[in-house]
């Protein structure tokens, strides 16, 4: 088996890495957002999140593959998101 962690680059492709990611994120919904949030922990207890479940190695990364800040977890990111800065 081999070990390491699959993230999400840049272009928005897997790619396995010796370090963990460091946000999480739903592929479906294009958002990226602290490994701990409160709305993705309720998403993944119902099961129906882990399949779209993807991973990055930072903010920039997740910004770069097309992805948008959680409003839960990133409230302030969020913002700042929606009004386009």
């Known amino acids: 088996m081999t070990s390491g962690y699959t993230l999400i680059g840049v272009d928005g492709r897997p790619y396995r890495s010796a370090a ?36 990055f190695a930072d903010e920039d990364t997740a910004i770069a593959a097309g992805y948008r800040p959680c409003s839960v977890c990133l409230p302030r990111e969020y913002r700042s998101w929606k009004e386009g800065t």
Do not use: K, W
């Not at 294009?30 to 922990?41: K, M, V």
């Open 20 to 55: 963990p990611g460091t946000l999480g994120g739903h592929r479906g919904g294009r958002l990226y957002g602290r490994l701990d949030c409160p709305s993705a922990r309720r998403a993944i207890a119902r099961g129906g999140y882990v399949e779209q479940r993807v991973f």
